[in-house]
């Protein structure tokens, strides 16, 4: 990850500040397929009992998010976004990652996500990184309308 911006790129995932908030909120409006939330909706989230909010830094720059939340032994990935520039470059896989591990370290056994029937992009890059097809939800997403599949991954210690 960041090899194309060369050897001095430092990179982080560190826990989501409230002033990210902008830098979140310019991220998922580059992403058509992130949720839309508000700044508010970030910032509230942050702070509630289970929740996982984290960043990617390269450089002191912000170049991912991810937001998901831990109930009794499930976790649920919520939100995972990468600029433009940087995706298909290890952000998004090293952003999932920490969560995976920060999750089975909490007593997580699997890890849930719906993402978009015609994300093809999206289900790939889950797949490869070991999640399979529990289920479809009809008509969960709207403009446009369009059916969930439900993505599921145990968490085990050998999570890379």
């Known amino acids: 990850m960041g090899a194309e911006r060369g050897s001095s790129a430092i990179a982080s995932v560190r826990n989501f500040l409230p002033e990210d908030a902008d830098a979140v909120l310019a991220i998922a409006a580059q992403a058509p397929s992130a949720a839309n939330w508000s700044k508010e909706s970030y910032l509230n989230f942050a702070g ?3 929740s996982l909010a984290i960043v990617l830094e ?3 720059q ?3 998010f991810l937001v998901g ?3 009794a032994d499930q976790a649920e990935l919520l939100n995972l976004a990468v600029t433009a520039p940087d995706r298909r470059k290890g952000v998004g896989k090293a952003l999932l990652a920490h969560a995976l591990r920060e ?3 909490r007593g997580a056994k699997a890890v849930y996500l719906e993402v978009r029937e015609s994300n093809t992009g999206a289900i790939a890059f889950y797949e490869k990184l070991g999640f399979t097809a529990a289920g479809r939800r009809k008509g969960y997403y ?3 309308d369009e059916a969930a599949l439900t993505l599921m991954r145990k968490l085990t210690a050998s999570i890379g």
């Open 69 to 71: 939340r831990l109930a």
């Open 142 to 144: 709207h403009d446009p």
């Open 58 to 60: 390269i450089n002191t």
């Open 103 to 105: 999750w089975l370290s």
């Open 48 to 50: 509630e009992e289970g």
């Open 62 to 64: 912000i170049q991912g």
